[in-house]
């Protein structure tokens, strides 16, 4: 099993679940930051950093979700640089936390 970034995270990019991270599975992209699923350990210590519980465990998904954000957070940490260390959130992070529907300003 393995932990997935979700739409919680598109124009908010917190990163207090990067530091936590004892493999260095985040990835980051322009919005959004990804988990790649091949290095990700699943010991969950991601979780509860998250602010706006944007992480959650594959199986926590319903199957349509999950198979949409595995197949992103495969696809965009594939191609975006490794993060390892906590940076700022987007500037205005708060006017989006809690919008539905921000899959289609996800930028890869």
Known sequence: MTHLVTENCINCKHSDCVEV???DCFYEG???LSINPDECIDCGVCIPECPVDAIVGEYDLAEDQRIIWLEINRRTSGVWPVITRKIDPMPDHESWHGKPDKIGLLKE
Do not use: A, L, R
Request: aromatic share 16%; proline share 17%; charged share 15%.
């Open 21 to 23: 991270c004892p493999v």
């Open 30 to 32: 322009e919005n959004f």
